[in-house]
């Protein structure tokens, strides 16, 4: 077990299926006391059944959603330690994706990043004032490294999940805060499931099951390593972006021409 997270009081959003089930299943398998939080209630129950934690179901994509959550899962853990920020939504893609509708952008940006900062703002003053700190661990995607074919709202907002928690990390991190993006790209999921022709891009290197993907969060809050990368070789894409963005754009443009031509958008 880590001693990073045994006997800690962990919640994970939207932990009813797919990362956040695998991401609470190992916390709980670490020793950890865990909260289950997802939108649907059922789901949430089941969860934290099977690995012996607590459901707290509920909306994390508005400020009193959110408030509600980490108000009632710290009654039941009686200080939230660690904080799985991880219920994401894939928003709208396709050639239109530029004109998707401004109420679209704000559910995707609700529930992929002010979610996260939302969270932070509960949790962090908290964590500061009683000198103990804390754990908050995003769960970004590739596309927050790179960027997505498709979907402009995900890509966007993945992006930003990744900035806000760089800013985290760099504004808290030496007052005990320790922060974690999870960056995997194509998981086992249903977002994946729903892809359709876009399923063979999004795991061209292999989509992983949702357990590599804790594994993956496990072994990188030991090792004290901000980006959490299931797919290691993201890591090359992400250097070769940085150092020659023109050339790594127009790989991506020849990409999306493939797709275009494949009719896969």
């Not at 109420?103 to 000198?131: F, I, S, T």
């Not at 979907?151 to 930003?160: G, L």
């Not at 999940?161 to 249903?190: M, N």
Request: aromatic residues 4%.
């Amino acid at each position: 077990m880590s001693e990073h997270l045994q006997d800690k009081g962990v919640v994970v959003t939207g932990a009813g299926r797919g990362i956040g089930r695998a991401l609470a299943t190992r916390m709980a398998a670490e020793g950890a006391r865990v909260v289950v939080n997802d939108l649907d209630a059922d789901n949430a129950q089941a969860v934290a059944a099977e690995i012996g934690g607590t459901a707290v179901p509920g909306d994390v994509s508005s400020a009193d959603g959110v408030r509600a959550v980490i108000d009632e899962a710290s009654a039941a853990l009686g200080r939230v330690d660690v904080f799985f920020a991880n219920a994401g939504i894939d928003g709208a893609g396709g050639p239109d994706s530029l004109q998707t509708p401004d109420d679209v952008w704000e559910r995707v940006m609700d529930v992929n990043v002010m979610a996260h900062v939302r969270a932070a703002r509960e949790l962090v003053p908290r964590w500061l004032d009683d000198g103990r700190g804390g754990r908050f661990v995003v769960t970004a995607s590739a596309a927050g490294l790179l960027t997505m074919i498709g979907s402009a709202p995900y890509s966007v907002t993945k992006h930003a999940a990744v900035g806000f928690a760089e800013w985290l990390s760099v504004t808290y991190g030496a007052r005990g805060v320790d922060v974690h993006a999870i960056c995997p790209q194509g998981v086992q999921t249903k977002m994946l499931e729903d892809a359709g022709p876009l399923q063979a891009l999004l795991s061209r290197d292999t989509a992983l099951p949702p357990e590599a993907v804790a594994d993956a969060a496990v072994t990188a809050i030991a090792e004290g390593r901000f980006l959490v990368l299931p797919h290691p070789e993201v890591a090359g894409y992400y250097a070769a972006r940085a150092a020659d963005t023109d050339r790594w754009l127009g790989g991506m443009r020849r990409l999306q021409q493939k797709v275009d031509e494949a009719g896969a958008l």
